[in-house]
């Protein structure tokens, strides 16, 4: 018996867009991406406790000879890890008389003022006051309890993901001028999809959008990721924020399931000209249940940087919509 086309074809992550649609005979999605819808997950994304935990960056990052450094909304940090493992985290200027710690090592667990050889081990010394931190493997955080005003957690909402083991992981940073609802903004409008990332997205459908009433939170989009020519990966991907800083995409159906695509976003503070910096990190888990994706995980320090460059392309595009979406708000002219 010959087998079903459309059975081989199963058994391939890829598919081949019978009818494609050029870009400007797709579906308009303006009339679908209602603005008060929206700012309506925005604002529902903005309830949410954060527990004043801010995104600071990789794990993978976290050097052993040097701390972590990122200023937020102004206020410089540093985090490195002890002997033990564990995160030490605290205030970027040294006691004594400032020095940036940032540029200072780290030995044996101890982090060393350059100035004058001030060691911090992580516990309160000098004057020098440790905050909570956390790794939970991909990203390490920070509590920021006088910055972020809410009821402190333990811990920050860290989405559901597959274990980094399981994966190829990734992360991804970048910086624009903006503040952090700005991104999240970008990320709840999926109906920009296919029309701003062509060489990314095809055929998408907002499938599921939420209620106006907010008893529905959330969007389920189905959507084809774009390999070559009329060669995607359909897949459908549920969009959620758990807390205000964070939008999750996850795979759903179709190739990947389980798959998970995080974007944080950590104000920084105001550049020179007085606009609002935020940067984003994304971190990505990709998962299979093929068995050539051992394959890919094994090669996971080649395909690492071609992730990071598609991100990369992605972020381009999407800082300049959240960047003209802040222009837009701090002017008085953006008409959601």
Known sequence: MTPDPSARRARLPLSLR??????????????DAKPGLIAQALQQARARPSG???????????????????????REVVLWRGTDGRIHAGPGACPHLGAPLADSPVRCGTLVCHWH????????????????????????????????????????????????????????E???????????ANRLDPWHGAWFHPYSFVDLTVADPPDRDGTQEGF?????????????????????APEPRTVVMHITEGEGIGS???????????????????????????VSDRPGFALARWAAPALRPVMRSAAARLWRDDLAYAERRWQLRSTGRFPG
Do not use: M
């Open 18 to 31: 019978r009818r494609p649609v050029p870009w400007d005979r797709q579906r308009p999605t303006w009339r």
């Open 260 to 286: 998970v695509v995080e974007t944080h976003a950590t104000p920084l503070g105001p550049d020179e000209l007085g606009r609002p910096r935020t940067v984003v990190t994304e971190a990505v888990v990709a």
């Open 220 to 240: 389920t989009v189905d959507v084809s990721f774009k390999v070559a020519g009329r060669l995607v990966v359909p897949v459908r991907a549920v969009f959620t």
């Open 52 to 74: 004043n935990w801010y995104v600071v960056g990789a794990s993978a990052s976290l050097r052993d000879d040097r701390p972590l450094a990122r200023t937020i909304v102004g």
């Open 174 to 184: 970048d910086t624009g001028l903006c503040e952090p609802e700005d991104i999240v």
């Open 117 to 172: 050889g001030l060691a911090l081990n992580g516990t309160p010394f000098a004057g020098w006051e440790p905050l909570p931190a956390h790794d939970d493997g991909i990203l390490l955080w920070v509590r920021l309890d006088e910055l972020g005003g809410e009821e402190p957690l333990d811990a920050p909402v860290v989405p559901a993901r597959p274990a980094p083991s399981r994966g190829l992981t990734t992360v991804y």
